[in-house]
Antibody, heavy 115, light 110 residues
Framework: EVQLVESGGGLVQPGGSLRLSCAAS????????MSWVRQAPGKGLEWVAN????????NYVDSVKGRFTIFRDNAKNSLYLQMHSLRAEDAAVYYC????????WGQGTLVTVSS | QSVLTQPPSVSAAPGQKVTISCSGS????????VSWFQHLPGTAPKLLIY???KRPSAIPDRFSGSKSGTSATLGITGLQTGDEADYYC???????????FGGGTKLTVL
């Protein structure tokens, strides 16, 4: 059974840091581009970042460049998102998954940014 | 304002067919393939269509996708109340070097 399980969300103060994790199982994790996508309250889906299968290339939405880092550990079948200098507008449910086939997605982890 | 343009909402009766459009440009849909997602807030997004018209194995053939030039369309036939959700198109934008989503379309099955 394919599973993607996000963790690491929580309440953080503005300017704080958080690391999200995504544990993958049931498919060949190391073969796929992986992405983080988020949905803020009342908003649509927003792509955040993606990373090449071997970790050699990363891309980010402009609003998180220089603050967020996506990385992966293929030996542990895990994807990560290190988030620094968090802002109120980063508050959202964060999902990890594949934007193209076969399109596996996790249930998400909630990040709340508030003082 | 989203790079890809979708209608905010569509509606149809159970059993009927609906289409959702997604309009882009020469730097995104015009040069790359389109994916379609079904999403209920707080739940995992579900990939319905990838590479413009391919369905993952678990997706029924009631869902179809097409692309022409800089626009794409998602079709859903035999509408069910369980299809009520938000639908998003997405693709890679070569000018932005970023994945872009449409603003989302809320489907109501009357």
């Amino acid at each position: 059974e394919v599973q993607l399980v996000e963790s690491g969300g929580g309440l953080v103060q503005p300017g704080g840091s958080l690391r999200l994790s995504c544990a993958a199982s049931g498919f060949t994790f190391s073969s796929y581009w992986m992405s983080w996508v988020r949905q803020a309250p009342g908003k649509g889906l927003e792509w955040v970042a993606n990373i090449k299968p071997d970790g050699s290339e990363e891309n980010y939405v402009d609003s998180v460049k220089g603050r967020f880092t996506i990385f992966r550990d293929n030996a542990k079948n895990s994807l990560y998102l290190q988030m620094h200098s968090l802002r109120a507008e980063d508050a959202a449910v964060y999902y990890c998954g594949l934007l193209r086939g076969p399109g596996y997605w996790g249930q998400g982890t909630l990040v709340t940014v508030s003082s | 304002q989203s790079v890809l343009t979708q209608p905010p909402s569509v509606s149809a009766a159970p059993g009927q067919k609906v289409t959702i459009s997604c309009s882009g440009s020469s730097s995104n849909i015009g040069v790359d393939s389109v994916s379609w997602f079904q999403h209920l807030p707080g739940t995992a997004p579900k990939l319905l269509i990838y590479d413009n018209n391919k369905r993952p194995s678990a997706i029924p053939d009631r869902f179809s996708g097409s692309k022409s030039g800089t626009s794409a369309t998602l079709g859903i036939t035999g509408l069910q109340t369980g299809d009520e959700a938000d639908y998003y198109c997405g693709t890679w934008d070569s000018s932005l070097s970023a994945w872009v989503f449409g603003g989302g379309t809320k489907l109501t099955v009357l």
